[in-house]
Nanobody, 132 residues
Framework: QVQLVESGGGPVQAGGSLRLSCAASGGTFSMYVMGWFRQAPGKEREFVAGICWGGGSTSYASSADSVKDRFTISRDSTKNTVNLQMNTLKSEDTANYYC??????????????????????WGQGTQVTVSS
């Protein structure tokens, strides 16, 4: 049984940084996508960033206030961990952040990273609260 455990959330002031980590255990897969999503109160869960474990390709949310310039997703293969470095945090980044795993990825790392449906496994989430 695959388990995903997030850590690193907490309170932070606007402009500050946090590093979230997600430790995966219980499965052995050669190709999969690890994604970070977030959900604020009263809002739908939204994609933040994803990384293809087999090839290292990354994808970030595209929006007017893109996280791509502020967040960085990375992997540590030795620890089976995916990290999300979040810099220059804003109050609108306040949310519960979830780690998820999808096996629905092609050998060239192409696939749908951004929708929740392909992700079969989810962590419990870690709360990030940014105060202005």
């Amino acid at each position: 049984q695959v388990q995903l455990v997030e850590s690193g959330g907490g309170p932070v002031q606007a402009g500050g940084s946090l590093r979230l980590s997600c430790a995966a255990s219980g499965g052995t897969f050669s190709m999969y996508v690890m994604g970070w999503f977030r959900q604020a109160p009263g809002k739908e869960r939204e994609f933040v960033a994803g990384i293809c474990w087999g090839g290292g390709s990354t994808s970030y949310a595209s929006s007017a206030d893109s996280v791509k310039d502020r967040f960085t997703i990375s992997r540590d293969s030795t620890k089976n961990t995916v990290n999300l470095q979040m810099n220059t945090l804003k109050s609108e980044d306040t949310a519960n952040y979830y780690c998820a795993l999808s096996l629905r990825v092609r050998p060239d790392c192409s696939g749908n990273y951004k929708d929740t449906e392909p992700y079969a496994y989810w962590g419990q989430g870690t709360q990030v609260t940014v105060s202005s």
